[in-house]
Nanobody
Framework: QVRLVESGGGLVQAGGSLRLSCAAS????????MGWFRQAPGKEREFVAA???????????YYFDSVKGRFTISRDNTKSTVFLQMNSLKSEDTAVYYC????????????????????WGQGTQVTVSS
């Protein structure tokens, strides 16, 4: 059984930083594409960032335009954990942040799509006060 558990959310002032973690179990983590999505109140869930597994020859990380240069996705395969370092936070970053995993072989062009992900965590709330 696959399980994704997020942590690290909270309340932070604008300009501050948070680091989200997502601990995964029940899958071959090192070869799994992992992503972060977020959903603000009254809005649809949106892509934030994704990171390739070790079997992905292209490697790499992908980001939503509005977080480029501020957020960094990384992973520790020895701990089956993916991270999202969020700096220079803005009020518009306020949302529930979800960790997700891709089970199938999906082209990297589709990693921004919610439908490409097979497993989801329960989410962690991030609130940025202005």
């Amino acid at each position: 059984q696959v399980r994704l558990v997020e942590s690290g959310g909270g309340l932070v002032q604008a300009g501050g930083s948070l680091r989200l973690s997502c601990a995964a179990s029940g899958l071959i983590f090192s070869s799994t594409v992992m992503g972060w999505f977020r959903q603000a109140p009254g809005k649809e869930r949106e892509f934030v960032a994704a990171i390739a597994g070790i079997t992905w020859s292209g490697g790499g990380t992908y980001y939503f335009d509005s977080v480029k240069g501020r957020f960094t996705i990384s992973r520790d395969n020895t701990k089956s954990t993916v991270f999202l370092q969020m700096n220079s936070l803005k009020s518009e970053d306020t949302a529930v942040y979800y960790c997700a995993a891709v089970r199938r072989a999906v082209p990297s062009s589709r990693w921004i799509r919610e439908s490409s992900y097979d497993y989801w965590g329960q989410g962690t709330q991030v609130t940025v006060s202005s």
